[in-house]
T-cell receptor, first 111, second 113 residues
Framework: KAGVTQTPRYLIKTRGQQVTLSCSPISGHRSVSWYQQTPGQGLQFLFEYFSETQRNKGNFPGRFSGRQFSNSRSEMNVSTLELGDSALYLC??????????FGPGTRLTVL | DQQVKQNSPSLSVQEGRISILNCDYTNSMFDYFLWYKKYPAEGPTFLISISSIKDKNEDGRFTVFLNKSAKHLSLHIVPSQPGDSAVYFCAARRATSGSRLTFGEGTQLTVNP
């Protein structure tokens, strides 16, 4: 099976812009979660989607949002970008068991 | 509040020896624990997991031990290989939190030839 794919892999934006990141889960996986990795805060949970519904949300401002489509693909959006949003954004998918499988991530740089 | 802690930022071992990576947690509601390996600019790769109803799980060179009373888990890699050099993350999940994982800060393992 193909792994979790994320596009784009690298992105450069300026402050105030918005960005949309995409994630395609492993075939058959219905749960998709998003994480942010920064040097200072480590890996932090953003949100989880299951069957097109947000099932769980981390402690991030409302500028961070996401959605899931009927084919389980997911997108996350960050509006009004700030310098501190520069990070590696990771998507993970999960089957009915408890193990999450991560994609390669999208490296976002905000200038 | 850091609920999952990896107190050693780095660990260096010789090829062929045992690597022991440690992880402590504070939330007694965690019921499932995972270890991931991560290379720079890549996503974490799943290594091994353990449910809170067990105290040991083994998969090839990797063994995870869980001590619930001490809220401590460890990952043993035997024998260590240079290709094991990476950052290792411990993660924990609460049954009531869906798929949400809480990660430790990571330990950089370097295996010297």
């Amino acid at each position: 099976k193909a792994g979790v794919t994320q596009t784009p892999r690298y992105l450069i934006k300026t402050r105030g812009q918005q960005v949309t990141l995409s994630c395609s889960p492993i075939s058959g996986h219905r749960s998709v979660s998003w994480y942010q990795q920064t040097p200072g805060q480590g890996l932090q949970f953003l949100f989880e989607y299951f069957s097109e519904t947000q099932r769980n949300k981390g402690n991030f401002p409302g500028r961070f949002s996401g959605r899931q489509f009927s084919n389980s693909r997911s997108e996350m959006n960050v509006s009004t970008l700030e310098l501190g949003d520069s990070a590696l954004y990771l998507c993970a998918s999960k089957p009915s068991t408890d193990t999450q499988y991560f994609g390669p991530g999208t490296r976002l740089t905000v200038l | 509040d850091q609920q999952v802690k990896q107190n050693s930022p780095s660990l260096s071992v010789q090829e062929g020896r045992i690597s022991i990576l440690n992880c402590d947690y504070t939330n007694s509601m965690f019921d499932y624990f995972l270890w991931y390996k991560k290379y720079p600019a890549e996503g974490p790769t799943f290594l091994i997991s353990i449910s809170s109803i067990k105290d040991k799980n083994e998969d090839g060179r990797f063994t995870v031990f869980l001590n619930k009373s001490a809220k401590h888990l460890s990952l043993h890699i035997v024998p260590s290989q240079p290709g094991d050099s990476a950052v290792y993350f411990c993660a924990a999940r609460r049954a009531t939190s869906g798929s949400r994982l809480t990660f430790g800060e990571g330990t950089q393992l370097t295996v010297n030839p």
